[in-house]
């Protein structure tokens, strides 16, 4: 059973078209939920860490928000550099972090 | 730089072989993790330690060990290599307070 999953697989923006990422998940006992982003052939970069449901968070033109069920990764007019994978996290307890498939954005110009 | 180290950055092996990923973590991390990324099936949990001793085991073949050296540095050793272990290797370490891990530049495994 997934306990991370990640929608849309894919995402094309035009540059400055403001658009959602979402991760859904199911642990119970949820300790930390996480997004990276990885560029090709690198490995990912720590974005954010949510705690609790109603937290929100802000880095540049990316904002995550947190419910009990799901993560949202708002991208404000976005830039051909952030073409990027954006993947999330989940922790459990203190069991180890797993991550979902990843959404794979790009953004022409 | 993110402060955790890997090396090789490339390996090309033939089938059969055995090979060694070193890991170093970022200064102060006590924990050290594995993943293998492959393109179908994203980043999957390999193992974990914390100060030397083995914490969690995730997807790992038998074929596949791990272990972290009181340096805390950390190696993960992949034996009767297949064609299916071509992958990309990353290592992550954290303090273990809950924050989130700090992933190193990869190890990219070719078997031919």
């Known amino acids: 059973e997934d306990q991370v999953t990640q929608s849309p697989e894919a995402l094309r923006l035009q540059e400055g078209e403001s658009s959602s990422l979402n991760c859904s998940y199911t642990v119970s006992g949820l300790r930390g939920l996480f997004w990276y982003r990885q560029d090709p052939g690198k490995g990912p970069e720590f974005l954010f860490t949510l705690y609790s449901a109603g937290e929100e968070k802000e880095k540049e033109r990316l904002k995550a928000t947190l419910t009990k069920k799901e993560s949202f990764l708002h991208i404000t007019a976005p830039k051909p550099e952030d073409s990027a994978t954006y993947l999330c996290a989940v922790q459990e307890g203190n069991n180890d972090m797993r991550f979902g498939a990843g959404t794979r954005l790009t953004v022409k110009p | 730089d993110s402060g955790v180290t890997q090396t090789p950055k490339h390996l090309i092996t033939a089938t059969g072989q055995r090979v060694t990923l070193r890991c170093s973590p970022r200064s102060g991390d006590l924990s050290v993790y594995w993943y293998q990324q492959s393109l179908d099936q994203g980043l999957q949990f390999l193992i974990q330690?914390?100060?030397?001793?083995?914490?969690a085991k995730g997807n790992i073949l038998e074929r596949f060990s791990a272990q972290q050296f009181p340096d805390l540095h950390s190696e993960l050793n992949l034996s009767s290599l297949e064609l299916g272990d071509s992958a990309l290797y990353f290592c992550?370490?954290?303090?273990?307070?809950?924050?989130?891990?700090?992933f190193g530049s990869g190890t990219r495994l070719t078997v031919v």
């Open positions: 330690y914390y100060n030397g001793e083995e914490r």
């Open positions: 992550a370490s954290s303090s273990g307070q809950g924050d989130g891990y700090t």
